[in-house]
Antibody, heavy 120, light 107 residues
């Protein structure tokens, strides 16, 4: 069965970086985009960007363009999202999700989420 | 970026009620519209894709409609497990923005 399993919760200080992993199983990793979406406490969903695991090509929301890096390691079917220069308002649950990436795009499977807390 | 709005932002309903949630895009997005359900502490779940297509395994009481800028999610007969927050999302152009959500709770 399709699964996306994310790394555990992180606590970081302002100005630091965090790298969250998303390990895929149950499907061909290179056949689906991986998206990253975050949700601040009590808030809605925010689209951060996506990576094509086959090519490594990325698309980032402008808001995160200068601070986010999405990568992948196809040998272990894992995608990564690194966010740098963390601020307190980056405290959120970060989700990965997959998308076939055809004419239409939707996220049919999601990871369990990773809580990143930014606090001094 | 395309802005998405939803109405209402929250509502109280009873089991068996018929529910309609509206989503509006700031520009035409054809039918590039998805609906997700999220329960507290859980990841979102896909309900509807491409505006009106029910994801396999999702109960048929859920339906979606609309095109252009105006869309609706309808729950024909609300069940206890449907109390949750619902988000629309446009997938017409990146960033694939979400609406602010509609929280459905028990009356």
């Amino acid at each position: 069965q399709v699964q996306l399993v994310q790394s555990g919760a992180e606590v970081k200080k302002p100005g630091a970086s965090v790298k969250v992993s998303c390990k895929a199983s149950g499907y061909t990793f290179t056949g689906y985009y991986i998206y990253w979406v975050r949700q601040a406490p009590g808030q809605g969903l925010e689209w951060m960007g996506r990576i094509n695991p086959n090519s490594g090509g990325t698309s980032y929301a402008q808001k995160f363009q200068d601070r986010v890096t999405m990568t992948r390691d196809t040998s272990i079917s894992t995608a990564y999202m690194e966010l740098s220069r963390l601020r307190s308002d980056d405290t959120a649950v970060y989700y990965c999700a997959r998308d076939k990436g055809d004419v239409y795009n939707w996220n049919d499977y999601w990871g369990q989420g990773t809580l990143v807390t930014v606090s001094s | 970026d395309i802005q998405m709005t939803q109405s209402p932002s929250s509502l109280s309903a009873s089991v068996g009620d018929r529910l309609t949630i509206t989503c509006r895009a700031s520009q035409s997005i054809s039918n590039y519209l998805n609906w997700y359900q999220q329960k507290p502490g859980k990841a979102p779940k896909l309900l509807i894709y491409a505006a009106s297509n029910l994801r396999s395994g999702v109960p048929s009481r859920f339906s979606g409609s609309g095109s252009g800028t105006d869309f609706t999610l309808t729950i024909s007969s609300l069940q206890a497990e449907d109390f949750a927050t619902y988000y629309c999302q446009q997938s017409y152009s990146t960033p694939f923005t979400f609406g602010p959500g509609t929280k459905v709770d028990i009356k």
